[in-house]
């Protein structure tokens, strides 16, 4: 293959364009191709096993989320948690105290989501992975022995916002380290997938919590106990074990074994996760490959990565498209739905503790279901735009559905047939979510970042998603309570622009190497957004972009390369001719 040097003032992404051209036109069919169907899935499952199992074991990082998450709604309504931790019967009081609660694990979750600009490049992926397992546990041991002996309710309260901080920056560094390995370590035809598994944890971890709180409800005999809430938050401590457990039989991220000058380690590393030997083209090739991209980028400092993010308009957008994301999805209303679907379910007419915590683990299993399916079939095959734009399209005709109903329909009548309809539409609600907004934003914000810059891109988008998840913890149920069916239009208006922005402004970024990635944003970014709407003109774009950089012998590499040079100023651009395989990461 060709292999590019670089020297100069080329721009991150001319400089990500002239690596590209090292990855061979063989290699780039395999990702570029669509493929449909259950037998591809299984196909990729027996190639990529120990891809998968990775990816499953990684993602354990989301099963911290999701319980978290999922728990405090349920706990929340419990009378032995209101009685031991004091809170107030006057319902806008009460309504602020339960926004205080929840919204202070996010507080933490932002602050663990800035570490990971700098815990996983000084002690590695791998390592600050280990770190947050650690942090989340202190949390949860913090908030489980509350109200232990005399303490007071008043103290009790405070110790349970220490302990959600503390849990919460564990949370927040898991939420950005893990999508940041898995995109390291998996093969461009399966990334999204692997990145959807992250996801997939997340939900069955808000489904379990779910249960837990409705099996405490049903079947604990003395629903005055402290243990009602105790039991809840002890067993977010198992997904901590497990995530602790399974990370040590997972390799470290070859890239970052490489931006350290752990060569050695790297090729293990590419070897374990291949299931090839050391020597084999493919873990040589890909070794490679991720050298010649860290060749004079390893070990920037904070203020070069910066510069560099701002370097030129293609750049910036890439380093912050997964902060809009983040953004956009959390203002779909989904969090809301998290938190406090008991109080939901409770406005639509369904009464009693334990039916709002069953519809509540309904709701959880539904978004388990969906999720797992669309990642199978959907995100590879599909695409990530129209996973968003049908996704968000779903979204949108359920939350102005359920706002309609509120708005004509006062509260405390019987439910009727329009009644369980609308009920309805809160589960086809979590159907639309599972089709794009919510693997989906993890996949793309991890893939179109500059390879040199995703720590500092992943970074900014879970700070913001952990920002917004603060904010709509903290205003969902003082909305619920004042303006009531206006904050399900208001996140309908948002999902709305949400769709537009995916159709008009987000390129296709399946199928696409790492280091071509820059491609699909060069040029007019609405004309390529738009087409790739069209499947046939996107396919059509991927072949020439495959031509272009693999062309015939060296040729057209040296054509392209031409090309990239002629845009830039006082940039000289070496070529060297290295003959080996690779792997297309």
């Known amino acids: 293959m060709s292999r590019v040097e670089t020297k100069g003032s080329l721009s991150p992404s001319e400089q990500e364009h002239a690596l590209a051209i090292t990855v061979h036109l063989s290699s780039a069919d395999d ?29 354990f990082g989301g099963l911290l989320f999701g319980w978290d998450t999922g728990l405090i709604g349920g706990v929340l309504n419990m009378p032995a948690f209101q009685r031991d931790f004091g809170l107030a019967n006057d319902p806008s009081k009460l309504a602020a105290l339960k926004g205080n609660i929840v919204s202070v694990l996010q507080a933490g979750c932002f602050f663990g989501a800035a570490s990971s600009f700098y815990l996983p490049h000084r ?6 992975m280990f770190i947050s397992a650690g942090v989340f546990l202190v949390g949860s041991v913090i908030q489980t022995v509350c109200r232990l002996g005399s303490q007071s309710a008043a103290s009790a309260l405070y110790q349970l916002y220490v302990g959600r901080v503390i849990g919460g920056i564990g949370v927040g560094l898991a939420s ?67 995530f602790v457990v399974t990370l040590c039989l997972q390799p470290e991220s070859p890239r970052w074994l490489v931006e350290r000058g752990r060569h050695e380690e790297a090729q293990r590393s590419l070897a374990r ?15 490679r490959e991720i050298q010649a991209d860290l060749q004079g980028k390893a070990g920037l400092s904070i203020r070069q990565q910066f510069r560099m993010a701002f370097s030129d308009r293609i750049t910036t957008y890439r380093v912050f498209i997964g902060a809009l994301l983040m953004f956009f999805q959390q203002l779909t209303g989904t969090n809301s739905i998290n938190y406090y679907s008991p109080q939901i379910f409770k406005s639509l007419g369904i009464t009693g503790q334990s039916g709002g915590l069953l519809a509540t683990g309904v709701y959880g299993i539904v978004k388990i279901i969906t999720t797992a399916l669309f990642m199978a079939v959907a995100i590879e095959q599909l695409g990530r735009k129209w996973c968003l734009i049908i996704g968000g399209i779903v ?60 720590a500092l891109a992943m970074s900014a988008a879970t700070m913001n998603q952990w920002f917004w998840n603060f904010v709509i913890a903290l205003i969902t149920p003082r909305a619920l309570e004042h303006i009531k069916f206006g904050t399900f239009i208001l996140f ?62 060296d040729g057209g590499a040296v054509q392209e390369l031409e090309r990239t040079k002629s845009t830039s100023k006082d940039d000289d651009v070496v070529i060297k001719t290295a003959t080996s395989s690779d792997g297309g990461r």
């Open 395 to 454: 979204q949108v005709f359920c939350l102005l559905w359920v706002a309609i109903y509120q708005a004509v329909r006062p509260s405390g009548l019987p439910v009727d047939g329009v009644a369980y309809l609308t009920i309805a539409m809160i589960y086809l609600f979590v159907v639309g979510y599972g089709l794009g907004w919510s693997s989906v934003t993890w996949a793309v914000s991890a893939e179109v970042a500059p390879n040199q810059l995703r």
């Open 176 to 242: 950005s380290v893990v999508p940041m390995y898995l995109s390291e370590c998996a093969p461009r035809s399966i990334r999204g997938r692997l990145a959807g598994m992250y996801q997939l944890l997340i939900v069955t971890g808000i489904c379990l919590a779910y249960f837990v709180n409705y099996g405490m409800v049903q079947s604990y005999p003395d629903k005055n106990s402290k243990a009602m809430w105790q039991v809840p938050f002890a067993l977010q401590c198992l997904p901590g074990f497990l």
């Open 123 to 128: 002690f590695g992926r791998r390592n600050a």
């Open 273 to 287: 996760i291949n299931r090839a030997p050391l020597d084999d083209p493919s873990v040589v090739g890909i070794l």
């Open 31 to 59: 990702g570029s191709k669509r493929r449909f169907g259950f037998g591809v899935l299984a196909e990729d499952l027996r190639q990529h096993w120990r891809v998968y199992l990775l990816g499953i074991c990684a993602s």
């Open 492 to 553: 309908g208006v948002v999902t709305s622009f949400a769709v537009l922005w995916a159709a008009f402004l987000l390129p296709e970024s399946s199928g696409i190497t790492l280091e071509l990635m820059h491609r699909i944003f060069e040029g007019n970014l609405v004309k390529r957004s738009v087409d790739d709407l069209s499947p046939k003109k996107r396919r059509a774009f991927r072949e020439q972009l495959m031509r272009e950089v693999g062309g015939t012998a």
